[in-house]
C-alpha cells in the first residue's frame, strides 16, 4: 500500500482507500497505509498495469475521436 499526498492523479487511482492511504498529512497517510489489505493493494494496483493503463487512454482516444478499435489477440 502505497501514502499518497492528495494531488492529480495519485488521488484519482487511490482516492477511495483501497491500495493505499491518501491524506494532506504524509505521515499520517503512511501509517494509514500500513494498515491496508495487500490483496486490496495488489487488487488495485493491477487494474493499472501498462496494458491497462494504454487501454484506458486508446479509449478516451477514440471517445474523443467517435472512433472504435479492432480487437487483436
Not at 38 to 51: H, I, T
Amino acid at each position: 500500500a502505497l501514502p499518497i499526498y492528495p494531488v492529480t492523479g495519485p488521488i484519482d487511482i487511490v482516492g477511495d482507500g483501497f491500495g493505499g492511504a491518501v491524506s494532506n498529512d504524509l505521515r499520517e497517510a503512511a501509517l494509514t497505509a500500513l494498515n491496508v489489505s495487500r490483496d486490496q493493494a495488489r487488487e488495485r494496483a493491477m487494474r493499472y498495469s501498462w496494458k491497462a493503463c494504454a487501454e484506458m487512454f486508446l479509449d478516451a482516444v477514440e471517445e474523443a475521436l467517435g472512433t472504435t478499435r479492432k480487437l487483436v489477440a
